[in-house]
């Protein structure tokens, strides 16, 4: 029995430096416990005095990538930084906007906690890029959340790539800003790798009464879609896709990337360029689906490319029948033609497991829309918006709403150098050489510059060299520079490579008045419906009289511009067709021609010094290149002969008559 309370005994001495450590931790061990959960809590000191909206960034380390240049601007370093913003005061932000002025060329490769609103991942964020909570759009306040940070604040992680700069750290952008309406944010305040700064609200704004909703709010860009699902299934969902555009839209081709294995099974309204039924059997789709026939699939591509159906199928029962429809891929500013602005088709859309339930929606990423000769778009990632609201079916005044909706918005980017959509040649009535387009006007593509010169100046033609494709022109501009005695370059310059081009011709010019004929040549082989023109005569354009052969008004305020429009019926301007004999004929280009007469109201105009050539040229909207030099007047004073032909005919009349009479 003493034996057993003994070891007892013994087993406690064991146990009591234990139960010491346990329950009377070292003053050194909670001191320094207490020190990092301090550390830890406490907030930076602008963030503390800040009552708004606060927002910071830190840089962190970069790293030098290849390729490795001596040149110090050109060197690329990939970067890391934190973003944070966080709701300090009384008021909610709804679908808040940050915005960050980079300005090294900086590449934003990802971003957790938000997306672009200009763009996807990569983005080209040289300019500055405005970041959106993805998924926490709204900022709600410290007092309705109990101070839940989760709620009121965001952390975005940004990894990008860099241009130039010297050490390790990472440039700092150039400033940091909430564009919200309403806020106002002084200059950031920028400490060694940190910028921060504290927004607060304009107390005289006063913002307009607006319907509030649930999701972020929609934004007005140049081109808006919508992507509205209409119906839903356990394995799949009806959606409409529409698209409206400020601009000129032509043969408008839309594509996007599904992101979850899904596949489109039928289309009504527009119609997907490729169909091939093996990309669904050998993928996950053609596996889950077992039994279902991929030869009647719209598409099975992961980014399919879709196309507006032609007009004549717009009451066709299965694939028309839409509002908006059927236009031939032509959409219209809706200023000129409301119904023709805007565009509709429907998508029934199959998923795969894991989204195998009625509530999964994951809207196609990625998207992208372009046209034949209409500016380029840069599009940003679908944003959750509030459902869209439609007119009840039956008839009834009621509101039938989506199930989900998502915003995408494209935004006009800044074409490239020499990257017009179209292009004019110059000739006149007064010298017989025509000044073609500019080499490489539209860009040269994909054209080997090894086989031409880019930079060359084009070579003269005569005239009727105009009307055939530029690979035919070659042999008669060699022989017309013979003709003309004009040096031809070992290396010939490259086309101009453009769809669409003007001819524009001087052909008269007396002492009160001139003409001039205008030719729209189409060298693609899509046709251009309800085509429009503008043409800025500078001065000259204020004695605009008449068009013969299509519409034409001045544009006010200062009546120099001539707008042209097809006449109703008669503006359909066709692609490229074979000649008489295909086999030995040149292909010939759709063509519309008009002759426009002015009246010199102003004596200064000198025509065959330039005040007869358009200073700038639009077509469907798109600037057109201009030649850089206008057919001159001959200095053999062919003109003056002709001018003053009927009194040298007189004299040497009168002198016949003379010497008769005298013998």
């Known amino acids: 029995m003493k034996k057993i309370r003994y070891v007892h005994l013994n087993l406690l001495l064991l146990l009591i430096p234990l139960i010491n450590l346990l329950l009377f931790p070292t003053p050194s ?94 983005y080209d964020a040289s300019n500055g890029t405005t970041f959106i909570g993805s998924p926490n759009t709204d900022l709600k306040t410290s007092i309705e959340t109990a101070g839940d940070y989760t709620q009121i604040s965001t952390n975005i992680e940004i990894t990008g790539t860099l241009f130039g700069g010297r050490g390790t750290a990472t440039p700092l952008p150039r400033t940091i800003k909430l564009v919200n309406d309403g806020w106002e944010c002084p200059a950031a305040n920028s400490k060694g790798g940190t910028m921060q700064v504290c927004c607060k609200r304009n107390p005289k704004f006063k913002a307009k009464e607006k319907k509030k909703t649930k999701f972020m709010r929609r934004r007005h860009g140049d081109l808006n879609i919508i992507y509205d699902v209409l ?41 997907s360029v490729e169909k091939n039924p093996s990309e669904c059997l050998h993928s996950k789709a053609g596996q889950f689906y077992g039994d279902l026939d991929f030869s009647q699939v719209a598409t099975c591509q992961k980014k399919p490319i879709i196309k507006d159906l032609p007009a004549e199928r717009k009451d066709d029962k299965l694939l028309g029948k839409l509002p908006f429809c059927c236009k031939n891929g032509t959409l219209l500013p809706a200023h000129m033609d409301s119904s023709k602005s805007r565009a509709i088709f429907q998508l029934q859309v199959y998923k795969v497991p894991p989204d195998q339930n009625r509530t999964a929606f994951f809207p196609p990423q990625h998207w992208k829309i372009d046209g034949i000769v209409n500016p380029q778009y840069k599009c940003g990632t679908p944003i959750r918006v509030d459902a869209t609201g439609f007119p009840d079916p039956s008839g009834l005044q009621a509101t039938t709403y989506a199930f989900a909706s998502w915003q995408v918005v494209c935004n006009i980017t800044k074409p490239k150098p020499k990257a017009a959509r179209c292009c004019v040649s110059y000739s006149a009535f007064y010298n017989d ?31 009727d060299s105009l009307l055939v494709p530029f690979e035919n022109r070659t042999l008669k501009a060699k022989v017309w520079a013979r003709r003309k005695h004009m040096a031809v370059p070992k290396k010939l310059p490259c086309p101009d490579n453009c769809g669409i081009s003007l001819n524009w ?116 909207g798109e600037e057109c290149e201009l030649p850089k030099y206008f057919p001159k007047k001959s200095y053999g004073e062919r003109l003056s002969c002709i001018r003053f032909l009927p009194s040298i005919l007189l004299v040497i009349t009168t002198f016949l008559v003379i010497i008769n009479d005298r013998f």
């Open 231 to 271: 119906q839903a299934y356990t394995s799949n969902y009806m959606a409409q896709a529409s698209h409206q555009s400020i601009r000129r839209l032509d043969h408008w081709n839309l594509t996007w990337e599904w992101m979850r294995g899904e596949f489109i099974h039928s289309l009504r309204g527009a119609y």
């Open 29 to 122: 061990l909670a001191q320094d416990y207490g020190e990092d959960a301090e550390k830890k809590d406490t907030p930076p000191p602008g963030l503390a005095r800040c009552n708004g909206v606060y927002m910071s960034y830190n840089s962190g380390g970069r790293e030098k990538l290849y390729p490795r240049t001596k040149n110090v601007t050109a060197q690329a370093w990939s970067f890391k930084a934190t973003a944070m913003i966080v709701n300090t005061g009384t008021e909610e932000v709804k679908g808040w906007e940050m915005f960050v002025g980079y300005r090294h060329r900086e590449i934003i490769v990802s971003a957790t906690g938000a997306v672009s609103s200009d763009g996807d991942f990569p």
């Open 433 to 463: 050489s025509a000044i073609p387009c500019n080499t490489c006007a539209c860009g040269c593509g994909d054209i080997d510059t090894d086989t031409c010169n880019a930079n060359a100046r084009p070579l003269l033609l005569p005239p």
């Open 505 to 620: 011709h001087v052909n008269s010019d007396y002492a009160d008045g001139w003409s001039a004929r205008v030719t729209l040549f189409n060298w693609g082989a899509n046709a251009v419906e309800d085509w429009f023109a503008a043409v800025d005569l500078g001065k000259a354009g204020l004695g605009y009289e008449n068009v013969y052969s299509f519409n034409g008004t001045r544009v006010p305020p200062k009546n120099q511009t001539i707008f042209f429009q097809g006449v109703r019926g008669m503006n359909f301007l066709i692609g490229l067709t074979n000649g008489s004999n295909p086999a030995r004929d040149p292909q010939v280009p759709g063509k519309m021609q008009s002759v426009i007469s002015f009246k010199k109201h102003l004596g200064s105009l000198n025509i065959p010094r330039g005040d007869g050539f358009p200073k700038r040229v639009f077509f469907n």
